[in-house]
Every structure is written in structure tokens, then in C-alpha cells.
T-cell receptor, first 114, second 116 residues
Framework: NAGVTQTPKFQVLKTGQSMTLQCAQD?????MSWYRQDPGMGLRLIHY???????DQGEVPNGYNVSRSTTEDFPLRLLSAAPSQTSVYFC?????????????FGEGSWLTVV | AQSVTQLDSQVPVFEEAPVELRCNYS??????LFWYVQYPNQGLQLLLK??????LVESINGFEAEFNKSQTSFHLRKPSVHISDTAEYFC??????????????FGTGTRLLVSP
């Protein structure tokens, strides 16, 4: 059981370039989300999805696009990378239960924009 | 809306010593509380969580946290740390009454450094 898989693990981009961070989960979870982690700021929610075809903005959505065409995949797109998007990105999948959401995180993608 | 404060950005401690990592939260509604651990170059793993019932919750590796409603705190403790506990620890909250996708609000993290 792979859980939540993110690719690539490391990436260097030039300002203005575009790229897609891939995220896949094999647990049939209904919810998926993207967070960014910056020093001294913890994790902040970028976008999330409550099911295939349904996405919504989180706390810091500007500069990022998402789509969810299947239950398994939730890619994060940077259309025109900026140095401010240098960060560590975490994808997560989760499901709801009587005890709230149970959340599983991927291992992270380190992105540097120069 | 909720917010989480972790006052200590870094806590150095010697092996086998006790440790407390502090977490305070602010919320206008009842919350679920979580502690996540992140080992170097890895993703976040759930350490323990408070949902309801006993205010003292424990993890399988010896950590415990106590929910204190009057002080709006959820401090993490371990009576004797190991070198392998070196990691970053994040406190987080979510709205207890939110249905569907629950947004986690994280603190800024505390780096626990255990030395021999």
C-alpha cells in the first residue's frame, strides 16, 4: 500500500517557468489537499478537493491551480513560478469518520525557484 | 477561525531528560487537537489527537498531551527522550463541528533537538 505519493521530490525552476507537482493516493480517500511549509510559518492550505471534479481554495491559493479528474490524482500546477513559491509542498489525502478526518501526508516536494 | 501558537521554535534537551513542547490555541468553536511529527526530509505523521473524553491522550512511543480547556492548551510531554525523537513537532486544530473536509490550522512548529 503506497499511501500518498508525490513527485518530484526535488525541483529547481527558473522564475516564470511552469510545472506540475503530482500527487496520487491509492486509499480511495474522498478528500485531497495541498499544503506549503515555510520556515516559521508552519503548514498552510493551498487548495483542496472533496471529490472528483470538485476543488476549492485554501488559505494561500494565489499562483496555483488544481484539478481533480479522478479520485486518485490531485496535481498542483504553478503557471508562472516566482521566488516566493520556493517552499516544501505536501499533498494529503483524508476521509471523514465519526471521529473527524483521518489525514495521511505524502513525503513532500522541495521546490526552489531561482 | 482558529489559530495555534507554539512559542518555542527550538527545544534542545539531553537524552533521557523530560521535555514539554507547548501549544496554545484560539478558537470561537470547539476543536479537535492534534500533534504531528516530521522527521528530517519526511512527511508529517500523526503522533496523537484529542477528540473527546479523557483530556490526557497518549501515543505509542511514550509521548502524551493534555487538553486544558480553561487554558486553551494542548502541551506535549515525554518523561524521557531518545536521540530518535529529534524531529519537528507541529500542533494543529480543526473545527469539531465542521462537516466534510476539515481544514487543519497548524502552529509554526517546534524543533526538538536531543543530544547525547
Amino acid at each position: 500500500n503506497a499511501g500518498v505519493t508525490q513527485t518530484p521530490k526535488f525541483q529547481v525552476l527558473k522564475t516564470g517557468q511552469s510545472m506540475t507537482l503530482q500527487c496520487a493516493q491509492d486509499m480511495n480517500h474522498e478528500y485531497m489537499s495541498w499544503y506549503r511549509q515555510d520556515p516559521g510559518m508552519g503548514l498552510r492550505l493551498i487548495h483542496y478537493s472533496v471529490g472528483a471534479g470538485i476543488t476549492d481554495q485554501g488559505e494561500v491559493p494565489n499562483g496555483y491551480n488544481v484539478s481533480r479528474s479522478t479520485t486518485e490524482d490531485f496535481p498542483l500546477r504553478l503557471l508562472s513560478a516566482a521566488p516566493s513559491q520556493t517552499s516544501v509542498y505536501f499533498c494529503a489525502s483524508s476521509y471523514s469518520s465519526v471521529s473527524g478526518n483521518t489525514i495521511y501526508f505524502g513525503e513532500g516536494s522541495w521546490l526552489t525557484v531561482v | 477561525a482558529q489559530s495555534v501558537t507554539q512559542l518555542d521554535s527550538q527545544v534542545p534537551v539531553f537524552e533521557e531528560a523530560p521535555v514539554e513542547l507547548r501549544c496554545n490555541y484560539s478558537s470561537s468553536v470547539s476543536v479537535y487537537l492534534f500533534w504531528y511529527v516530521q522527521y528530517p526530509n519526511q512527511g508529517l505523521q500523526l503522533l496523537l489527537k484529542y477528540l473527546s473524553g479523557s483530556t490526557l491522550v497518549e501515543s505509542i512511543n511514550g509521548f502524551e498531551a493534555e487538553f486544558n480547556k480553561s487554558q486553551t492548551s494542548f502541551h506535549l510531554r515525554k518523561p524521557s527522550v531518545h536521540i530518535s525523537d529529534t524531529a519537528e513537532y507541529f500542533c494543529a486544530v480543526s473545527d469539531r463541528y465542521s462537516t466534510g473536509f476539515q481544514k487543519l490550522v497548524f502552529g509554526t512548529g517546534t524543533r526538538l533537538l536531543v543530544s547525547p
